[in-house]
């Protein structure tokens, strides 16, 4: 863990952001995305562009939430689950 | 059902870029994400989770810098996007004068950052700079060592003349591709100057805008050098953008977890606002 200063939590979330991508390309090879408009203003999105839309968003949730309250962080993450699979589904 | 099978072994030629994005991208970038949850002195390391996001994004200092960034940003843009399709448009377009031109605007766009900040350094100076000594000369009180309108004024000038060129060389490029027959329609309909502007030039170089605006953005959002060498951020700390800021948390202070997680905060920034001037318009190209 000493190189590159790896910590479990970092190395955890990586390793997620990975496995997202590799699902990402087995579901494009099973099942090519299809452009689609949902509940996302103005533009249609492949599979992709919801992932990147989700994760950026994600992003911000938690940076949101760190500058405007001391509770735990969880709570953010927990919203921002809600928010990337509701935009993976329904964006 | 006869489907043929794609031949994907292409792919393995994209195999180079993606190892040398990998090291000169995402393994620093990784990298800056374990400095940001971690304590870093010498060669211990403390797990301190989200500590410094809350403590940067609660920092007013920081605050203070990104409104400064966004407000220069946002000038930037203001003035050298106009200016530059003005550039353009006034331009020769065939003859040696057009070949002049290209070269006299692309000099600026030659000099290093740093020989920049220093050639303004010396041209705003109220004792020996010509623009400097001029205006005092005027009757007008400037002095952008002490004074943080001039400052600003000097900086934003600054990066006009270094920048204004690239935007004038994008829409010079792309108001030569457009075809003649564009122009010879409006003569028919005798078009006034204006609305061969609006409809046939300003549509026609929607493209390359983009790259212009993003360019610039992205630049302006980014820039170190040149103010640093000018005004040293100040007075006070009126000219200190994000970069300044940053560097001066990691590199000055030393304090790594703090400015790693300031870079990061940085990107999202830059990332966010890079990927809506790019979906607006490529929304808008499918609109159309």
Same mark, same amino acid.
């Given at each position: +863990?000493?190189?590159?200063?790896?910590?479990?939590?970092?190395?955890?979330?990586?390793?997620?952001?990975?496995?997202?991508?590799?699902? +990402?390309?087995?579901?494009?090879?099973?099942?090519?995305?299809?452009?689609?408009?949902?509940?996302?203003?103005?533009?249609?999105?492949?599979?992709?562009?919801?992932?990147?839309?989700?994760?950026?968003?994600?992003?911000?949730?938690?940076?949101?939430?760190?500058?405007?309250?001391?509770?735990?962080?969880?709570?953010?993450?927990?919203?921002?689950?809600?928010?990337?699979?509701?935009?993976?589904?329904?964006? | 059902?006869?489907?043929?099978?794609?031949?994907?072994?292409?792919?393995?030629?994209?195999?180079?870029?993606?190892?040398?994005?990998?090291?000169?991208?995402?393994?620093?970038? +990784?990298?800056?994400?374990?400095?940001?949850?971690?304590?870093?002195?010498?060669?211990?390391?403390?797990?301190?989770?989200?500590?410094?996001?809350?403590?940067?994004?609660?920092?007013?200092?920081?605050?203070?810098?990104?409104?400064?960034?966004?407000?220069?940003?946002?000038?930037?843009?203001?003035?050298?996007?106009?200016?530059?399709?003005?550039?353009?448009?006034?331009?020769?377009?065939?003859?040696?004068?057009?070949?002049?031109?290209?070269?006299?605007?692309?000099?600026?766009?030659?000099?290093?950052?740093?020989?920049?900040?220093?050639?303004?350094?010396?041209?705003?100076?109220?004792?020996?700079?010509?623009?400097?000594?001029?205006?005092?000369?005027?009757?007008?009180?400037?002095?952008?060592?002490?004074?943080?309108?001039?400052?600003?004024?000097?900086?934003?000038? +600054?990066?006009?003349?270094?920048?204004?060129?690239?935007?004038?060389?994008?829409?010079?490029?792309?108001?030569?591709?457009?075809?003649?027959?564009?122009?010879?329609?409006?003569?028919?309909?005798?078009?006034?100057?204006?609305?061969?502007?609006?409809?046939?030039?300003?549509?026609?170089?929607?493209?390359?805008?983009?790259?212009?605006?993003?360019?610039?953005?992205?630049?302006?959002?980014?820039?170190?050098?040149?103010?640093?060498?000018?005004?040293?951020?100040?007075?006070?700390?009126?000219?200190?953008?994000?970069?300044?800021?940053?560097?001066?948390?990691?590199?000055?202070?030393?304090?790594?977890?703090?400015?790693?997680?300031?870079?990061?905060?940085?990107?999202?920034?830059?990332?966010?606002?890079?990927?809506?001037?790019?979906?607006?318009?490529?929304?808008?190209?499918?609109?159309?």
């Amino acid at each position: +863990m000493e190189w590159m200063a790896w910590s479990q939590v970092t190395a955890i979330f990586f390793i997620s952001i990975g496995v997202i991508l590799v699902c +990402m390309v087995v579901a494009e090879i099973k099942c090519p995305t299809i452009e689609r408009k949902g509940f996302l203003p103005i533009i249609a999105t492949t599979r992709g562009d919801r992932l990147f839309i989700g994760l950026l968003g994600s992003a911000y949730i938690h940076l949101f939430f760190l500058a405007v309250s001391e509770q735990s962080v969880w709570i953010a993450f927990g919203i921002s689950v809600v928010w990337l699979i509701s935009v993976l589904r329904w964006g | 059902m006869n489907l043929k099978v794609q031949n994907n072994k292409a792919w393995f030629l994209v195999l180079p870029v993606l190892l040398l994005v990998a090291f000169s991208a995402v393994i620093p970038l +990784m990298t800056v994400v374990n400095y940001s949850v971690q304590d870093i002195f010498d060669n211990s390391r403390v797990y301190v989770g989200t500590e410094w996001y809350r403590e940067v994004l609660n920092d007013p200092r920081l605050q203070a810098s990104l409104i400064r960034q966004f407000i220069f940003s946002g000038s930037v843009l203001l003035i050298e996007i106009p200016l530059g399709i003005l550039v353009a448009l006034m331009m020769p377009t065939k003859g040696r004068m057009a070949s002049l031109c290209l070269v006299v605007l692309a000099m600026p766009l030659l000099i290093p950052w740093n020989v920049v900040g220093t050639i303004w350094q010396i041209f705003g100076r109220a004792d020996i700079g010509l623009m400097g000594a001029f205006l005092n000369g005027i009757g007008v009180n400037y002095n952008y060592a002490s004074n943080p309108t001039d400052a600003w004024f000097t900086v934003l000038l +600054m990066d006009v003349w270094h920048w204004t060129s690239l935007v004038a060389l994008l829409c010079y490029s792309g108001l030569r591709a457009i075809p003649d027959a564009y122009y010879q329609a409006a003569k028919i309909d005798q078009a006034s100057a204006w609305a061969v502007f609006r409809y046939i030039q300003l549509p026609k170089l929607r493209n390359v805008l983009v790259i212009g605006v993003l360019l610039r953005f992205m630049d302006s959002f980014m820039i170190y050098a040149e103010p640093f060498v000018l005004t040293g951020g100040g007075p006070g700390n009126s000219t200190t953008f994000l970069s300044q800021t940053l560097t001066k948390m990691a590199i000055g202070q030393f304090d790594l977890g703090p400015a790693a997680a300031f870079s990061l905060v940085y990107f999202l920034i830059v990332l966010l606002v890079s990927w809506l001037f790019f979906t607006t318009i490529t929304h808008l190209d499918n609109k159309k």
